[in-house]
Protein backbone atom coordinates (compact mmCIF):
# COMPACT_ATOMS: atom_id res chain seq x y z
CA UNK A 1 0.00 0.00 0.00
CA UNK A 2 1.41 3.18 -0.82
CA UNK A 3 1.84 6.21 1.91
CA UNK A 4 -1.79 8.40 0.94
CA UNK A 5 0.63 11.53 0.75
CA UNK A 6 2.00 9.65 -1.95
CA UNK A 7 -1.70 9.30 -3.73
CA UNK A 8 -2.07 13.29 -2.98
CA UNK A 9 0.70 14.24 -5.08
CA UNK A 10 -0.28 12.60 -7.88
CA UNK A 11 -3.89 13.55 -8.02
CA UNK A 12 -3.14 17.39 -7.36
CA UNK A 13 -1.27 17.08 -10.36
CA UNK A 14 -4.12 15.24 -12.55
CA UNK A 15 -6.56 17.75 -10.93
CA UNK A 16 -5.03 20.88 -12.04
CA UNK A 17 -4.25 18.65 -15.40
CA UNK A 18 -0.78 18.92 -15.28
CA UNK A 19 1.73 16.24 -17.14
CA UNK A 20 4.76 16.58 -14.56
CA UNK A 21 5.38 17.86 -11.03
CA UNK A 22 6.52 20.43 -9.90
CA UNK A 23 10.07 20.51 -8.40
CA UNK A 24 8.44 20.69 -4.60
CA UNK A 25 6.24 18.10 -5.55
CA UNK A 26 8.88 15.81 -7.22
CA UNK A 27 10.99 16.23 -4.35
CA UNK A 28 8.35 15.53 -1.33
CA UNK A 29 7.68 12.30 -3.27
CA UNK A 30 11.47 11.16 -3.36
CA UNK A 31 11.07 12.50 0.49
CA UNK A 32 9.09 10.27 1.09
CA UNK A 33 10.48 7.11 -0.19
CA UNK A 34 13.29 8.15 2.13
CA UNK A 35 16.02 10.20 -0.21
CA UNK A 36 17.79 13.50 1.55
CA UNK A 37 15.90 16.41 -0.19
CA UNK A 38 16.93 20.28 0.58
CA UNK A 39 14.02 21.99 2.77
CA UNK A 40 11.75 23.54 0.65
CA UNK A 41 8.44 26.39 0.74
CA UNK A 42 6.54 27.57 -2.02
CA UNK A 43 6.02 31.56 -1.05
CA UNK A 44 3.10 33.82 -3.20
CA UNK A 45 4.06 36.99 -1.76
CA UNK A 46 7.64 38.73 -0.89
CA UNK A 47 7.43 38.91 2.36
CA UNK A 48 5.94 34.95 2.49
CA UNK A 49 9.93 34.18 0.65
CA UNK A 50 10.83 35.98 3.48
CA UNK A 51 9.50 34.56 6.14
CA UNK A 52 9.94 30.51 4.60
CA UNK A 53 13.73 31.51 4.34
CA UNK A 54 13.35 32.51 8.13
CA UNK A 55 12.32 29.49 9.06
CA UNK A 56 14.92 27.66 6.70
CA UNK A 57 17.91 29.22 7.33
CA UNK A 58 20.23 31.17 5.35
CA UNK A 59 21.73 30.84 2.91
CA UNK A 60 19.01 29.86 0.60
CA UNK A 61 17.88 29.34 -3.25
CA UNK A 62 15.26 30.87 -5.14
CA UNK A 63 13.51 29.48 -7.65
CA UNK A 64 9.93 29.91 -10.32
CA UNK A 65 7.16 28.09 -10.11
CA UNK A 66 5.23 27.90 -13.34
CA UNK A 67 3.89 25.61 -15.13
CA UNK A 68 5.88 26.72 -18.36
CA UNK A 69 9.24 26.83 -16.91
CA UNK A 70 10.60 23.49 -16.45
CA UNK A 71 13.74 24.37 -17.35
CA UNK A 72 14.08 26.98 -14.41
CA UNK A 73 17.41 28.64 -14.95
CA UNK A 74 17.39 28.83 -19.07
CA UNK A 75 14.44 31.16 -18.25
CA UNK A 76 16.47 33.27 -15.15
CA UNK A 77 14.00 31.72 -12.46
CA UNK A 78 16.99 30.18 -10.18
CA UNK A 79 18.94 32.53 -7.93
CA UNK A 80 21.54 30.84 -5.57
CA UNK A 81 23.42 32.01 -2.85
CA UNK A 82 20.79 34.60 -1.14
CA UNK A 83 22.00 35.57 2.60
CA UNK A 84 19.33 38.35 3.71
CA UNK A 85 16.24 39.94 3.57
CA UNK A 86 16.95 42.62 1.44
CA UNK A 87 18.12 39.95 -1.54
CA UNK A 88 15.14 38.03 -1.09
CA UNK A 89 12.88 40.56 -2.24
CA UNK A 90 15.42 41.93 -4.80
CA UNK A 91 15.58 38.46 -6.16
CA UNK A 92 12.14 37.40 -5.77
CA UNK A 93 11.13 40.77 -8.12
CA UNK A 94 14.21 39.81 -10.46
CA UNK A 95 12.81 36.37 -11.22
CA UNK A 96 9.22 37.99 -12.09
CA UNK A 97 10.93 39.68 -14.19
CA UNK A 98 13.00 37.32 -15.93
CA UNK A 99 9.84 35.38 -16.27
CA UNK A 100 7.86 37.52 -18.04
CA UNK A 101 10.28 38.62 -20.17
CA UNK A 102 11.56 35.34 -21.37
CA UNK A 103 8.21 33.52 -21.20
CA UNK A 104 5.60 35.76 -21.36
CA UNK A 105 2.68 33.17 -21.44
CA UNK A 106 4.22 32.02 -17.73
CA UNK A 107 1.37 31.59 -15.24
CA UNK A 108 3.36 32.34 -12.00
CA UNK A 109 2.36 30.04 -9.41
CA UNK A 110 4.74 31.31 -6.80
CA UNK A 111 8.85 31.26 -5.88
CA UNK A 112 10.07 28.40 -4.39
CA UNK A 113 12.48 28.70 -1.51
CA UNK A 114 14.86 26.45 -0.61
CA UNK A 115 17.80 25.53 1.83
CA UNK A 116 20.97 25.99 0.01
CA UNK A 117 23.02 22.95 -0.11
CA UNK A 118 26.75 22.82 0.37
CA UNK A 119 29.10 21.90 -2.95
CA UNK A 120 29.58 18.27 -3.71
CA UNK A 121 30.39 15.78 -6.22
CA UNK A 122 27.28 16.09 -8.89
CA UNK A 123 25.88 13.15 -9.95
CA UNK A 124 22.31 12.83 -12.00
CA UNK A 125 19.68 9.76 -11.03
CA UNK A 126 17.16 9.87 -13.83
CA UNK A 127 14.18 7.48 -15.32
CA UNK A 128 12.41 6.55 -18.21
CA UNK A 129 9.80 4.63 -18.84
CA UNK A 130 9.12 2.48 -21.64
CA UNK A 131 5.93 0.54 -22.28
CA UNK A 132 7.63 -2.99 -23.31
CA UNK A 133 10.53 -2.92 -20.89
CA UNK A 134 9.12 -0.54 -17.84
CA UNK A 135 11.13 1.59 -16.23
CA UNK A 136 15.04 2.47 -17.16
CA UNK A 137 17.36 4.00 -14.04
CA UNK A 138 20.28 5.60 -15.00
CA UNK A 139 23.12 7.13 -13.10
CA UNK A 140 26.13 9.44 -14.16
CA UNK A 141 28.45 12.00 -12.87
CA UNK A 142 26.89 15.48 -13.23
CA UNK A 143 27.90 18.24 -15.47
CA UNK A 144 29.96 17.24 -18.84
CA UNK A 145 30.06 13.40 -18.22
CA UNK A 146 26.39 12.75 -18.92
CA UNK A 147 25.77 15.71 -21.29
CA UNK A 148 29.08 15.70 -23.32
CA UNK A 149 30.62 12.44 -22.58
CA UNK A 150 27.22 10.18 -22.14
CA UNK A 151 29.28 8.50 -19.40
CA UNK A 152 26.46 6.74 -18.02
CA UNK A 153 25.29 3.11 -16.24
CA UNK A 154 21.83 1.50 -16.94
CA UNK A 155 19.38 -0.73 -15.36
CA UNK A 156 15.85 -1.91 -15.62
CA UNK A 157 13.68 -1.46 -12.44
CA UNK A 158 14.07 -2.93 -9.92
CA UNK A 159 17.03 -3.26 -8.39
CA UNK A 160 19.20 -5.11 -6.14
CA UNK A 161 21.85 -3.63 -3.85
CA UNK A 162 24.23 -5.67 -6.56
CA UNK A 163 23.07 -4.07 -9.12
CA UNK A 164 23.39 -0.39 -7.52
CA UNK A 165 27.02 -0.84 -6.93
CA UNK A 166 27.69 -2.30 -10.24
CA UNK A 167 26.13 1.16 -11.61
CA UNK A 168 28.96 3.20 -9.68
CA UNK A 169 31.40 1.04 -10.98
CA UNK A 170 30.56 0.76 -14.96
CA UNK A 171 31.01 4.57 -15.37
CA UNK A 172 34.09 5.41 -16.92
CA UNK A 173 34.68 8.60 -14.28
CA UNK A 174 34.20 5.94 -11.70
CA UNK A 175 37.34 7.24 -9.96
CA UNK A 176 35.75 11.00 -9.15
CA UNK A 177 33.72 9.10 -6.93
CA UNK A 178 37.26 7.78 -4.97
CA UNK A 179 38.40 11.55 -4.38
CA UNK A 180 40.87 11.60 -7.62
CA UNK A 181 42.72 14.68 -8.75
CA UNK A 182 42.48 16.13 -5.12
CA UNK A 183 38.15 16.10 -5.21
CA UNK A 184 36.98 15.03 -2.05
CA UNK A 185 35.32 11.38 -1.85
CA UNK A 186 31.59 10.82 -2.65
CA UNK A 187 29.51 8.88 -0.01
CA UNK A 188 28.98 5.75 -2.13
CA UNK A 189 26.56 3.76 0.18
CA UNK A 190 24.51 7.08 -0.02
CA UNK A 191 24.38 7.06 -3.69
CA UNK A 192 23.27 3.20 -3.60
CA UNK A 193 20.69 3.89 -1.35
CA UNK A 194 18.97 6.67 -3.19
CA UNK A 195 19.58 4.42 -6.25
CA UNK A 196 17.11 1.71 -4.52
CA UNK A 197 15.06 4.17 -3.08
CA UNK A 198 14.56 5.39 -6.93
CA UNK A 199 14.24 2.10 -7.91
CA UNK A 200 10.86 1.20 -5.43
CA UNK A 201 9.30 4.79 -6.21
CA UNK A 202 9.46 3.77 -10.09
CA UNK A 203 8.02 0.29 -9.41
CA UNK A 204 4.92 1.96 -6.82
CA UNK A 205 4.53 4.81 -9.12
CA UNK A 206 3.94 3.91 -12.47
CA UNK A 207 2.75 7.49 -12.91
CA UNK A 208 6.44 8.74 -13.28
CA UNK A 209 6.98 8.24 -17.19
CA UNK A 210 10.44 10.21 -16.75
CA UNK A 211 12.38 11.76 -13.22
CA UNK A 212 15.27 13.77 -13.72
CA UNK A 213 17.45 14.15 -10.40
CA UNK A 214 19.65 16.48 -12.03
CA UNK A 215 22.07 17.73 -10.36
CA UNK A 216 22.10 15.72 -6.15
CA UNK A 217 24.84 16.84 -4.98
CA UNK A 218 27.00 14.12 -3.00
CA UNK A 219 29.31 14.55 0.34
CA UNK A 220 32.18 12.81 2.24
CA UNK A 221 28.78 11.61 4.05
CA UNK A 222 25.67 12.14 2.50
CA UNK A 223 24.18 13.56 0.24
CA UNK A 224 21.08 16.36 -1.07
CA UNK A 225 18.68 15.98 -4.04
CA UNK A 226 18.93 19.37 -5.11
CA UNK A 227 16.55 19.49 -8.27
CA UNK A 228 14.29 17.35 -9.37
CA UNK A 229 11.52 17.00 -12.31
CA UNK A 230 8.81 14.32 -13.11
CA UNK A 231 7.34 13.79 -16.34
CA UNK A 232 3.46 12.15 -15.34
P1 LIG B 1 17.06 23.78 -13.76
O1 LIG B 1 15.57 23.68 -13.85
O2 LIG B 1 17.60 24.86 -14.63
O3 LIG B 1 17.72 22.46 -13.97
P2 LIG B 1 18.08 23.67 -11.00
O4 LIG B 1 17.06 23.55 -9.92
O5 LIG B 1 18.84 22.44 -11.33
O6 LIG B 1 17.34 24.30 -12.27
O7 LIG B 1 19.08 24.84 -10.59
C1 LIG B 1 20.17 25.19 -11.43
C2 LIG B 1 21.49 25.01 -10.71
O8 LIG B 1 21.52 25.78 -9.50
C3 LIG B 1 21.74 23.57 -10.24
O9 LIG B 1 22.32 22.82 -11.26
C4 LIG B 1 22.67 23.78 -9.05
O10 LIG B 1 24.00 23.97 -9.49
C5 LIG B 1 22.19 25.07 -8.47
N1 LIG B 1 21.22 24.82 -7.37
C6 LIG B 1 19.89 24.69 -7.49
N2 LIG B 1 19.30 24.45 -6.29
C7 LIG B 1 20.29 24.43 -5.39
C8 LIG B 1 20.33 24.23 -3.97
N3 LIG B 1 19.21 24.03 -3.26
N4 LIG B 1 21.54 24.25 -3.36
C9 LIG B 1 22.66 24.46 -4.07
N5 LIG B 1 22.70 24.67 -5.41
C10 LIG B 1 21.52 24.65 -6.06
MG1 LIG C 1 18.49 20.95 -12.74
Known amino acids: M ?8 FEVAKAE ?28 TEDGAVEAAKRIGFPIVLKIVSPQVLHKSDAGGVIVGVNEEKDIRE ?52 GIFVEILKDVSFRLAPITKD ?8 IKAKKILEGARGMPKADKDTIVDILLDTSKMLIECPEIKELDMNPILVYEKGARVVDARVIL
Open 2 to 9: RDPKINKI
Open 17 to 44: NRGFLFEHEAKMLCGLYGMPITKIEVAR
Open 91 to 142: GYQKILTNIKNNVPTAVIEGILIQEMAPKGTEIIIGSTNDPTFGSTIMFGLG
Open 163 to 170: DAWEMLEE
